[in-house]
């Protein structure tokens, strides 16, 4: 018997895996049906459901990079601290000192990755008019999460606390200050007037509330930091669930009917 | 200058040397898939041929003195890239693209066009404004996207073009053929694996040979000019120079958001479900591509490579001149109705005046741009379904028609804006800074 035949008939190895190796018809139907990982797919699909030419593969690189983003960034998290004191020097050692620091460039050059495949994720959607029904809900969630990836890479810029970072994200959140109604510089702010007191300023207006502070400032760091790693992958990964769980539950991949 | 510009040129020849050699083997790889796959031997020399340029070029470039492109090209490329050129520029390029597209589906264009652009890219390379922007490392994505775009739209157009034809000959899309049902387990689980292998690699390549990048710390005193938003918020902070910021930071955003949420209810059309087609859905096809294509991915690019400090205009291959001053004339529509029109001062209200009175003076001076406005937007919708979209009123229903009607209306407000603004320096229709509210 071979070192693999041995293990492949030990009680640990039976115990994980309830089937013999996907060699034959009957077994890779099973795998498909027993493997958690793998239980995402159907068991069979049309073939030009899997054509890169049809699908480019752009939903499945986005989730990879989702993926690496969240390996990388765990492993970063490990060494990064988000105050003023060190946020700076942490990711200056990254770069200088650290024998991983490719791990930083591993997760911005993943993140830029990411926010284009899914660019490209939905125009491919939107090409090949897989938004109809019965996909249209679908569509709204990955629209949403469209949406919290460019938030996520958005949080994300700012935790190197460079001058790229902090400007950048103070010119992007001082449109909140013109939030109609809900910024001091917005529309409507007068609206909220009472006994002659305004009740949005700019320490109360929506860009307070975003950035936690009226610039952009350590509290900013600690909110964005939280959003990052925490608050938006939280959301995100629920999401995902969803908008793969929705796959299946409308059909699977579009295609002519 | 002259010696710099000789340091720069030493700086970037042995990229430019590696970056030549991979056009080479590309149009090698071609010129043998010519020749061995398609059979098509004239068309394998051709390619040979333009390999053996490349390679020819390469060698030129790692000796230390790249091929540049000529002082009058540039400025021409400069001009061109000024607001008015670029903007109806890619507009018209895009038209011209979307008319004959069944000329640029045809594989050896693409296949040209997509060296004349790698070439282009390489000459330019040897500029040293030009490179400063495109080799900044959070630009190199989107120059990447750039390429990944236009590789996808020629993909898509070309199975949309096939897919048209043969629906018109009463045959089904491409896709229909393939209708055979294959096991997840291995045809598709083994391509996920290869992608995953494939992409990592890439990953891996890209932080080795790019170092991510790190600025001085962060300094809340020190401003940089120009200051710029993420690469992928630039499109909403060009749209800051037409619209105030609770329009352009807060309003279409959001508007962008909910319309796009709002595509699969709004698009009745229920052919060209799952496959690639353009005639099948003409109007939804043209909507998505000017608003994706034109409104967003060319102002990021606006925004990330022609736009330097006070938030000029620069060409391509401009110095980033910080002291560039530019002439701001802008005028609202108020002051050219008053002024120009009437011949007379804004009216205003007398000091001490009542907030009635303050607000009715307000709104006789902004009349006309109250008015237009209010027409853009209650008007048109009525005028186009009776009109152009009449058979889209009957068959969306009122709710359906006004939603899309007033998302295409605020969409096309930029554009709109965007010409009124370069035409006649126009600033704002409404102008109420009393209430921070311009439009």
């Given at each position: 018997m071979?070192?693999?035949?041995?293990?492949?008939?030990?009680?640990?190895?039976?115990?994980?895996?309830?089937?013999?190796?996907?060699?034959?018809r009957?077994?890779?139907?099973?795998?498909?049906?027993?493997?958690?990982?793998?239980?995402?797919?159907?068991?069979?699909?049309?073939?030009?459901?899997?054509?890169?030419?049809?699908?480019?593969?752009?939903?499945?690189?986005?989730?990879?990079?989702?993926?690496?983003?969240?390996?990388?960034?765990?492993?970063?998290?490990?060494?990064?601290?988000?105050?003023?004191?060190?946020?700076?020097?942490?990711?200056l050692?990254?770069?200088?000192?650290?024998?991983?620091?490719?791990?930083?460039?591993?997760?911005r050059?993943?993140?830029?990755?990411?926010?284009?495949?899914?660019?490209?994720?939905?125009?491919?959607?939107?090409?090949?008019g897989?938004?109809?029904?019965?996909?249209?809900?679908?569509?709204?969630?990955?629209?949403?999460?469209?949406?919290l990836?460019?938030?996520?890479?958005?949080?994300?810029?700012?935790?190197?606390?460079d001058?790229?970072?902090?400007?950048?994200?103070?010119?992007?959140?001082?449109?909140?200050r013109?939030?109609?109604?809900?910024?001091?510089?917005?529309?409507?702010?007068?609206?909220?007037?009472?006994?002659?007191?305004?009740?949005?300023?700019?320490?109360?207006?929506?860009?307070?509330?975003?950035?936690g502070?009226?610039?952009?400032?350590?509290?900013?760091?600690?909110?964005?930091?939280?959003?990052?790693c925490?608050a938006?992958?939280?959301?995100?990964?629920?999401l995902?669930?969803?908008?793969f769980?929705?796959?299946?539950?409308?059909?699977?991949?579009?295609?002519?009917? | 200058?002259?010696?710099?510009?000789?340091?720069?040129?030493?700086?970037?020849?042995?990229?430019?040397?590696?970056?030549?050699?991979?056009?080479?083997?590309?149009?090698?790889?071609?010129?043998?898939?010519?020749?061995?796959?398609?059979?098509?031997?004239?068309?394998?020399?051709v390619?040979?041929?333009?390999?053996?340029?490349?390679?020819?070029?390469?060698?030129?470039?790692?000796?230390?003195?790249?091929?540049?492109?000529?002082?009058?090209?540039?400025?021409?490329?400069?001009?061109?890239?000024?607001?008015?050129?670029y903007?109806v520029?890619?507009?018209?390029a895009?038209?011209?693209?979307?008319v004959?597209?069944?000329?640029?589906?045809?594989?050896?264009?693409a296949?040209?066009?997509?060296?004349?652009?790698?070439?282009?890219?390489?000459?330019?390379?040897?500029?040293?404004?030009?490179?400063?922007?495109?080799?900044?490392?959070?630009?190199?994505?989107?120059?990447?996207l750039?390429?990944?775009?236009?590789?996808f739209?020629?993909?898509?157009?070309?199975?949309?073009?096939?897919?048209d034809?043969?629906?018109?000959?009463?045959?089904?899309?491409?896709?229909?053929?393939?209708?055979?049902?294959?096991?997840?387990?291995?045809?598709?689980?083994?391509?996920?694996?290869?992608?995953?292998?494939?992409?990592?690699?890439?990953?891996?390549?890209w932080?080795?040979?790019?170092?991510?990048?790190?600025e001085?710390?962060?300094?809340?005193?020190?401003?940089?000019?120009?200051?710029?938003?993420?690469?992928?918020?630039?499109g909403?902070?060009?749209?800051?120079?037409?619209?105030?910021?609770w329009n352009?930071?807060?309003?279409?955003?959001?508007?962008?958001?909910?319309?796009?949420?709002?595509?699969?209810?709004?698009?009745?059309?229920k052919?060209?479900?799952g496959?690639?087609?353009?005639?099948?859905?003409?109007?939804?096809?043209?909507?998505f591509?000017?608003?994706?294509?034109?409104?967003?991915?060319?102002?990021?690019?606006?925004?990330?490579?022609?736009r330097?400090?006070?938030?000029?205009?620069?060409?391509?291959?401009?110095?980033w001149?910080?002291?560039?001053?530019?002439?701001?004339?802008?005028?609202?529509?108020?002051?050219?109705?008053?002024?120009?029109?009437?011949?007379?001062?804004?009216?205003?209200?007398?000091?001490?005046?009542?907030?009635?009175?303050?607000?009715?003076?307000?709104?006789?001076?902004?009349?006309?741009?109250?008015?237009?406005v209010l027409?853009?937007?209650?008007?048109?919708?009525?005028?186009?379904?009776?009109?152009?979209?009449?058979?889209?009123?009957?068959?969306?229903?009122?709710?359906?028609?006004?939603?899309?009607?007033?998302?295409?209306?605020?969409?096309?407000?930029?554009?709109?804006?965007?010409?009124?603004?370069?035409?006649?320096?126009?600033k704002?229709?409404?102008?109420?800074?009393?209430?921070?509210?311009?439009?």
């Amino acid at each position: 018997m071979s070192l693999g035949e041995i293990i492949r008939e030990s009680q640990v190895w039976k115990s994980i895996f309830r089937h013999p190796m996907p060699t034959d018809r009957r077994n890779r139907i099973v795998v498909m049906l027993t493997n958690f990982f793998l239980h995402l797919h159907p068991v069979s699909i049309k073939k030009q459901g899997i054509a890169l030419s049809y699908t480019w593969c752009m939903g499945g690189v986005t989730f990879f990079l989702f993926l690496v983003e969240t390996v990388t960034g765990v492993l970063l998290m490990f060494y990064y601290r988000p105050t003023l004191e060190w946020a700076y020097n942490d990711i200056l050692a990254l770069r200088d000192v650290l024998s991983l620091g490719i791990l930083r460039e591993l997760h911005r050059w993943g993140a830029h990755a990411m926010v284009i495949t899914t660019w490209l994720h939905m125009y491919r959607v939107f090409l090949t008019g897989s938004y109809k029904p019965p996909r249209e809900f679908n569509w709204v969630v990955g629209v949403i999460l469209l949406l919290l990836t460019l938030l996520l890479s958005f949080t994300g810029y700012l935790l190197p606390w460079d001058q790229l970072a902090i400007w950048a994200i103070t010119v992007g959140s001082n449109m909140a200050r013109a939030t109609p109604i809900l910024g001091h510089e917005g529309p409507g702010q007068q609206l909220l007037t009472v006994g002659g007191i305004d009740m949005i300023t700019n320490a109360s207006d929506a860009r307070f509330g975003l950035l936690g502070a009226r610039f952009v400032g350590e509290e900013t760091l600690n909110r964005f930091y939280i959003l990052h790693c925490i608050a938006i992958p939280l959301v995100v990964a629920l999401l995902l669930a969803i908008h793969f769980w929705r796959v299946r539950k409308d059909g699977g991949i579009s295609g002519p009917l | 200058m002259h010696g710099s510009h000789a340091d720069y040129l030493r700086d970037v020849s042995g990229f430019l040397g590696g970056y030549f050699l991979a056009i080479a083997l590309m149009n090698a790889v071609y010129a043998f898939t010519m020749w061995r796959v398609k059979s098509r031997p004239m068309a394998a020399l051709v390619w040979t041929a333009v390999a053996v340029a490349m390679t020819g070029i390469s060698a030129i470039a790692w000796g230390g003195s790249p091929p540049e492109l000529a002082q009058p090209i540039k400025d021409y490329i400069n001009w061109l890239t000024g607001p008015v050129i670029y903007s109806v520029g890619t507009t018209v390029a895009l038209v011209v693209l979307f008319v004959f597209r069944k000329f640029f589906v045809n594989p050896v264009v693409a296949w040209i066009g997509l060296n004349l652009s790698l070439i282009f890219m390489g000459l330019s390379m040897t500029d040293s404004n030009f490179g400063a922007i495109v080799m900044k490392p959070d630009n190199v994505p989107i120059v990447g996207l750039v390429f990944l775009l236009g590789f996808f739209t020629w993909l898509a157009t070309a199975k949309g073009v096939e897919n048209d034809e043969r629906i018109k000959r009463g045959l089904p899309p491409t896709e229909k053929l393939d209708d055979e049902k294959v096991l997840v387990w291995p045809d598709l689980v083994y391509t996920e694996l290869i992608c995953m292998l494939a992409l990592t690699a890439f990953l891996l390549v890209w932080a080795i040979c790019l170092q991510a990048p790190l600025e001085e710390p962060a300094s809340s005193v020190k401003t940089p000019n120009p200051s710029k938003a993420p690469w992928y918020f630039l499109g909403l902070q060009e749209m800051l120079v037409y619209y105030d910021p609770w329009n352009a930071g807060v309003v279409l955003p959001s508007l962008i958001i909910f319309g796009l949420m709002a595509i699969p209810f709004i698009d009745f059309n229920k052919r060209g479900n799952g496959y690639y087609s353009i005639e099948e859905r003409k109007f939804a096809y043209l909507t998505f591509q000017f608003g994706f294509l034109e409104l967003w991915v060319t102002l990021i690019i606006l925004g990330t490579f022609l736009r330097g400090p006070n938030w000029n205009i620069f060409g391509p291959f401009e110095y980033w001149d910080p002291h560039k001053v530019l002439a701001l004339n802008n005028v609202d529509l108020s002051q050219i109705w008053w002024n120009d029109v009437m011949h007379q001062a804004l009216p205003k209200a007398p000091p001490g005046a009542s907030v009635l009175r303050e607000v009715s003076y307000v709104l006789y001076r902004e009349w006309l741009g109250i008015v237009l406005v209010l027409a853009y937007f209650l008007l048109l919708p009525p005028l186009m379904a009776t009109t152009i979209f009449r058979t889209f009123f009957l068959k969306m229903g009122f709710m359906r028609y006004m939603i899309m009607a007033n998302l295409l209306l605020f969409m096309l407000s930029l554009p709109i804006k965007m010409v009124l603004r370069w035409v006649f320096n126009l600033k704002y229709i409404i102008y109420i800074p009393e209430i921070f509210l311009n439009f």
